[in-house]
């Protein structure tokens, strides 16, 4: 009797064990299901209908496609499941039941409201997945295995979750699959539970939306961050996603400047939410930052952020818990990370991680580089340092002394450069465009003026500012744009006549090409409505022209005149498409083949495809203050955007120009005048060597710009220019630049020294010491034996002069000067002493480094200066010892 109670003790205490790890382990039932699935995830005949299984607590929701054929590659479908439960319960566990060989990825929404309850709807279009606002919970591609969340840690959803559907939507890549025309059942089972979970789980998503990779370009970065305003998160898992150019993603918290991992992969292995570094949490302040590595190498054109296959996607998902107190199930970052906070993002974020065939089969590890994957990659990682041009601080000034003599101007309403990288003014001379210059149809009302009778179109030397060459007399009524094409043309728009214009450079005037009926405003392919600027291709010869004040379209014509297209004004989001409000300026970008709109009134730069016209990019500023008057482009780097804004009834923001990083858009300086203000900054040019020229309408003049490592504030004293520019010369042939010195204005001033003969640095040497009332005394014999021969005239002629104004009774007197031999030599030439610039007299020694005196500015040319105005601390100043030289 005692045996069989023993026994039946002993049976019902393991029916009671096995029930209680049903209960406590719902996984192993999943599990054995998913074995089977996994088989064939497609095979929608094995599947058991969509149902629910439940116990006291637990139970699992199987959400599968109802057996769909996908009609074409890169198609979205979406299906809805009703929450099947009336309280609060909680996600513990995803588990996929998909392949990649159908199935491109897969996401898991929560909503309140799906767009469609009926069997499945094609969510790619305009249509998408939930009426109300869609929290991802979910993402699964590349044959991810299954995610287990931590202990205590749910996704809510049910009664007070905001979340009463959840809505399978999945990405269906190439229809090649479906050749057989079998339906696919693909799909998720979630584990949940009912009892309260003490965190809930969230995604916060990072995403960039305007990343643009060209073809064949090594490297291209995506950055993304967003300042983290909330309750702590603490990241458990994250999960990347790109298409094919990918390479590496890496997510950071930045804290008090200091970036921390919280995880990165390559987009390549299969992907899965993979463990987060433990010791990373998330509190407000924090700055959340991404990057994706991608390459353009083996593409012949550009990719674009997308959503099919040959598009690209930039994804960084954090999965996180926090308090349920605080819960919020998803976050998301969309804005482009500064190139100022991306400087220091760590190394280990540009090394792709090597995907072998054992990375492929080991599924959850944490994606470290090892030592040998950093070494095989060391020269994509110098290739993408490489690329990180202008993080040198390289501010522009102005040249206040250029030009240095009066270029009598009018209006400028256009500049240029031609082959010779001289620059090309446009300007209006006595004409002016007034409030009576046009009636209400465009046309031109003073005709009676007759054309503009001065040289319009003036040849400067980019250097001195003096003009090389005039023509366009007679010509104009009211110039507005001009360019220059490889044959030394110029291309120009008139708003009066209504025309565009080619004409040669020859000094004949010659008009090759006339678009447009004089004086006849229009908007068909013949006519325009006071045009404003035209761009060259460079290679193909098409011309484009932007109309303008009275139409808003942007025509392409060939290079003979013909009529090509026209098109209007682009946008990511056609429903929100705002149309051209004044085209003002164009700039062709050759390495990018695009044309660059400043749409003026809208406060906007947008770039197009060349030869499709396709919408690229729009950059818009606050700092615009809602207008763009100008740009002008340099290949440099990544590409630079330069642009000058204008004044705006609606926004208050100072004139002034901008150097923009075309691919961040971010804004890496901004200059203006220091003597005159802008007026009316019109338009914009830039020269190989970086300075840059600004028309200016109001003021009606030009400026000059460089950047301040090369244009110094040291004041002439009276030098003469051409003393100045002499000296100048002789320094670059015996000073190397500086090693710090950046950017092309760098290469050309050692390609100026190297190209400078042997020769001639001694002669200019030996002139300098015949010019300088000192001897070298550690010249040796043969200076002091000249400095004698020259000074013996010389004291006979002042001997001379005693004896004369001695017989004449002490008319005259010779003063003897704190420094006689540089006075009478300042007098020769015509100024006092202070005309000798001590700058350049150290430079002109062995062993003195030019610290200081780098390209001598020579600002205030244009104001003569007395003995009197050379004060006490200029001098100390120039006569202050030379710095030490370096001992590199």
């Known amino acids: 009797m005692m045996g069989v109670l023993v026994l039946s003790v002993v049976v019902l205490a393991f029916i009671c064990h096995s029930h209680s790890l049903e209960i406590q382990n719902p996984l192993y039932r999943s599990k054995r299901f998913q074995e089977n699935v996994l088989l064939d995830p497609s095979n929608c005949a094995s599947r058991p209908e969509q149902q629910v299984i439940t116990n006291s607590h637990n139970f699992s929701v199987d959400i599968r496609m109802p057996g769909v054929t996908p009609s074409g590659s890169d198609t979205y479908l979406c299906m809805s499941f009703p929450v099947p439960t009336s309280r609060d319960a909680y996600i513990v566990d995803f588990i996929p039941h998909a392949s990649m060989n159908t199935v ?8 309140q409201t799906p767009v469609s309850t009926s069997t499945y709807w094609d969510c790619g279009s305009a249509q998408g997945t939930c009426e109300d606002e869609a929290s991802i919970m979910y993402a699964w591609a590349r044959n991810a295995p299954p995610t287990k969340l931590p202990k205590d840690v749910g996704f809510k959803v049910g009664r007070n979750s905001g979340m009463s559907y959840f809505v399978l939507q999945i990405h269906y890549g190439d229809v090649s699959a479906f050749r057989d025309h079998h339906r696919d059942c693909s799909g998720l089972t979630l584990r949940m539970t009912s009892k309260p979970q003490p965190f809930i789980a969230g995604i916060y998503l990072l995403m960039s939306v305007d990343t643009v990779i060209l073809p064949g370009k090594r490297v291209t970065n995506a950055d993304i961050a967003c ?80 959503g099919t296959s040959d598009d690209e996607m930039c994804n960084f998902y954090v999965m996180y818990y926090m308090d349920s107190k605080h819960a919020i199930p998803y976050m998301n970052c969309m804005e482009t990370g500064s190139k100022e906070l991306f400087q220091h993002i760590p190394a280990e974020a540009n090394v792709p991680i090597v995907v072998s065939p054992a990375h492929m089969n080991s599924m959850m590890h944490m994606g470290h580089s090892t030592h040998s994957d950093l070494q095989d990659n060391r020269s994509l990682l110098d290739a993408n340092k490489a690329e990180q041009v202008l993080d040198e601080d390289n501010h522009l000034e102005e040249v206040s002394s250029w030009p240095q003599s009066s270029l009598q101007l009018g209006q400028v309403s256009g500049l240029a450069l ?58 104009f009524y009211l110039p507005h744009g001009i360019t220059t094409d490889k044959d030394n043309n110029y291309w120009v728009t008139d708003v009066a006549l209504h025309q565009v214009l080619k004409v040669s450079s020859d000094g004949r005037d010659s008009v090759l090409l006339a678009l447009g009926e004089a004086f006849t405003p229009g908007s068909d392919s013949n006519h325009f409505c006071q045009p404003t600027d035209v761009a060259v291709d460079t290679a193909t010869g098409n011309i484009f022209v932007s109309d303008g004040y009275c139409n808003a379209r942007i025509l392409k014509f060939s290079a003979d005149g013909k009529y090509l297209s026209e098109w209007g004004a682009g946008s990511s989001d056609r429903r929100r498409r705002v149309p051209f409000r004044i085209p003002h300026s164009l700039v062709f970008l050759p390495d990018k083949r695009e044309v660059c709109v400043a749409d003026r009134e809208n406060g906007r730069i947008q770039c197009f495809m060349a030869e499709t016209e396709e919408f690229v990019k729009e950059i818009k500023k606050e700092e615009f203050g809602g207008e763009v008057f100008a740009i002008t482009y340099s290949p440099a780097g990544d590409g630079l955007i330069f642009a000058v804004n204008g004044e705006s009834p609606y ?87 500086e090693h710090n010195v950046s950017k ?53 002629v002042v001997s001379i002069g005693a004896f004369i104004c001695w017989r004449r009774n002490n008319r005259c007197e010779v003063k003897t000067e704190p420094s006689s031999v540089g006075g009478i030599l300042g007098k ?61």
């Open 227 to 306: 300042d983290y305003a909330s309750y702590p998160i603490y990241p458990f898992a994250f999960r990347t996603h790109t298409h094919h150019l990918g390479k590496v993603v890496s997510g950071y918290r930045i804290r008090d400047g200091k970036w921390s991992l919280i995880g990165r992969q390559s987009p390549q292995l299969p992907q899965a939410f993979y463990p987060a570094n433990k010791e990373v949490n998330v509190k407000y302040g924090d700055t959340i930052a991404a990057r994706c590595v991608f390459t353009g190498e083996g593409r012949t054109s550009k990719t674009y952020i997308g």
């Open 744 to 796: 092309t204005a760098a290469i050309q001033e050692k390609q100026t020294a190297a190209k400078q003969p042997r020769p001639q640095e001694e002669t200019k040497e030996e002139e300098k010491k015949k010019n300088t009332a000192k001897a070298n005394r550690e010249g040796g014999v043969l200076p002091a034996i000249i400095t004698t021969l020259l000074l013996i005239p010389l004291v006979v």
């Open 104 to 111: 491109h990825h897969m996401l898991l929404f929560g909503c």
């Open 651 to 737: 926004h208050s923001a100072p004139l002034r120009g901008f150097v923009i990083n075309y691919s961040t858009k971010d804004i890496l300086d901004t200059f203006s005048p220091k003597k005159k203000e802008f007026k009316m900054p019109h338009d914009i040019v830039v020269t190989k060597d970086g300075s840059v020229f600004v028309g200016d309408v109001g003021s009606k003049a030009v400026f000059k710009f460089t950047t301040e490592k090369f244009h110094r504030s040291v004041k002439k004293a009276g030098i003469e220019v051409q003393e100045l520019e002499e000296m100048e010369t002789f320094v670059q042939t015996k000073v190397r630049p």
């Open 828 to 888: 020769i030439r015509g100024k006092a002493v202070g005309s000798l610039n001590l700058g350049n007299f150290f430079a002109s020694h062995k062993g003195y480094n030019r610290q200081g005196f780098d390209q001598l500015s020579t600002e205030g040319s244009d104001q003569e200066r007395n003995d009197e105005d050379s004060s006490d601390s200029e001098n100390e100043e120039y006569s202050a010892l030379p710095p030490p030289q370096s001992s590199s």
């Open 418 to 475: 031609d082959s010779d990288s001289n620059l090309v003014i446009f300007h209006r001379g006595d004409h002016h465009w007034g409030a009576n210059s046009f009636n209400s149809q465009a046309r031109y009302q003073q005709r009676s003026l007759g054309p503009i009778q001065q040289s319009t179109i003036l040849v400067v030397d980019p250097a001195k500012g003096n003009i090389l060459k005039a023509s366009g007399r007679n010509m």
